[in-house]
């Protein structure tokens, strides 16, 4: 399953669907055993040459998608789902990740409804302003990514300032935390490419 598609950068953070390029051969589908597909999780998963690089190692792949879905799609208290995907693609515009920014600002601007401010975050970078909630979510998200991490007490209290209780606090940090951690992996694995229809 290596992948020969050319290589066509995105020159801007997008919306659209984006492919991704994996610089080293990701596992061949036809390779898969079932520990494979236990670490794949969704059996989708195939398809995507990111996630059948990373089933080369099926358990941690494994323990990476368990930690992701948990994280995101958690419906237990805590943040909505769309400001669990503002969180990563505020991180993700500032870790220079457009694949990333791409998949999490899609979820954002659907589940918020707010798709203009999501462009805006990708068009103008992080330091826009949304509004008060919004923008205590993404200046939390970027000091946590920040080398070294930049986030203490103030992003806390700005945070509940803005409404938000513990477990949406927590769902910050976790949703930051995380993509912060995911988009230096795929940073250093591949790049993102337009689709050769475009």
């Known amino acids: 399953?290596?992948?020969?598609?050319?290589?066509?950068?995105?020159?801007r953070?997008?919306?659209?669907?984006?492919?991704?390029?994996?610089?080293?051969?990701?596992?061949?589908?036809?390779?898969?055993?079932?520990?494979?597909?236990?670490?794949?999780?969704?059996?989708?998963?195939?398809?995507?040459?990111?996630?059948?690089l990373l089933?080369?190692?099926?358990?941690?792949?494994?323990?990476?998608?368990?930690?992701?879905?948990?994280?995101?799609?958690?419906?237990?208290?805590?943040l909505p789902r769309a400001e669990r995907?503002?969180?990563?693609?505020?991180?993700?515009?500032?870790?220079?990740?457009?694949y990333c920014a791409s998949v999490h600002s899609r979820f954002a601007g659907h589940f918020s409804k707010r798709e203009q401010d999501v462009q805006k975050l990708l068009d103008d970078g992080v330091k826009t302003e949304l509004d008060p909630r919004w923008d205590a979510i993404v200046d939390a998200s970027v000091a946590l990514t920040a080398t070294p991490p930049?986030?203490?007490?103030?992003?806390?209290l700005k945070l509940r300032d803005a409404g938000l209780d513990e477990a949406a606090i927590v769902d910050v940090i976790q949703s930051a935390s995380f993509f912060n951690?995911?988009?230096?992996?795929m940073?250093?694995?591949?790049?993102?490419?337009?689709?050769?229809?475009?």
Request: proline letters at 10%; one cysteine or more; aromatic letters at 8%.
């Open 55 to 78: 089933a080369r190692d099926p358990d941690i792949l494994g323990a990476r998608t368990r930690t992701d879905k948990d994280i995101f799609y958690n419906p237990e208290g805590g």
């Open 13 to 52: 953070f997008t919306t659209e669907q984006l492919d991704w390029i994996a610089w080293l051969p990701p596992l061949p589908e036809d390779q898969l055993t079932e520990r494979h597909h236990k670490g794949l999780v969704d059996p989708a998963r195939a398809k995507s040459s990111y996630f059948m």
């Open 150 to 156: 930049e986030f203490d007490e103030s992003h806390i």
């Open 85 to 98: 995907e503002l969180a990563a693609t505020a991180t993700s515009r500032y870790n220079g990740c457009i």
């Open 181 to 185: 951690w995911a988009n230096r992996l």
């Open 187 to 198: 940073l250093s694995l591949g790049e993102p490419s337009l689709p050769e229809s475009r």
């Open 1 to 11: 399953m290596t992948d020969t598609s050319p290589i066509n950068p995105p020159v």
